[in-house]
């Protein structure tokens, strides 16, 4: 507020910072318009200031999104409850071989998805989604195959009226090749071990039967132990006899 109507200082003034230039005598009803008019301004003014620190806020987070949805080793892939392809991250692409030009807006069905498996994915995607993992397999632009095990949510995404779906996924298609082959070596080392206590069970057998035989052997040993043994002694009686008799003989000359 000044008395000098001088338009050098009220231009000085505005340029300072000022919102308005007010002579005196002060204008009641003028003054408070003005006032009015820089209060409803520097209300705006906040606004707008708490809005750009918002948006900024907002870019840096999703910047900050998007470095995690890229560099996390997960597969990400949203899609639309018809199968459309909106968004591929990296390690989706370098698990499959597609490129984000080449598979969005494709029907996941159609190019990802065998053709025994397509039938229970399209349900998956039409039912209520559900976190409970399960196992679907994804064909990669050069035909192979890998085992993903899912879990898909329900979400929303600009310029989509219904939820989409957004199915996190992880390859583990090694792990189940370790977890057969470590299946098959339990299996072989189970026929391993039957067949060896088969060997022992034979063993014993064959012991029982040995032991038997030992004891019919020495059941016949003993047996002919004795005979000999008897035979000795009747060859010995029989020498006895035989010197008694020459004796009489000697005795007794023959008439």
Known sequence: MTGYGDQTLATQALRGGAFDYIL????????????T??????????????????????RENRQSLDTLIETVPCILA????????????????????????EILNTILFQTLVPADAATEVRQRYQDPISVTP????????????????????????????APCVLSVGIDI?????????????????????????????DLEASREQLQEKIVDLETFQDVVVGRELKMIALEKETAMLQRELDLIKAERPLA
């Open 24 to 35: 005196k005598p002060i204008d009641r009803e003028y003054f408070l318009s003005s006032l």
């Open 37 to 58: 008019r820089a209060l409803q301004l520097r209300h705006v003014s906040r606004q707008a200031e708490e809005r750009e620190r918002a948006e900024t806020a907002l």
């Open 78 to 101: 949203l899609t639309d409850r018809d199968g459309c392809i909106l968004f591929f991250n990296r390690a989706a692409e370098e698990l499959t071989g597609y490129t984000r030009d």
């Open 134 to 161: 399960y196992q679907v397999p994804w064909k990669t632009k050069y035909g192979a195959e890998r085992l993903i095990e899912w879990r898909s949510a329900s979400m929303r995404w600009p310029n989509q009226e």
């Open 173 to 201: 298609t090694d792990r189940r090749r370790s977890e057969e082959k470590i299946a098959a070596l339990h299996t072989e080392l189970n026929q391993q071990v039957q067949a060896y206590e088969k060997v022992v069970l």
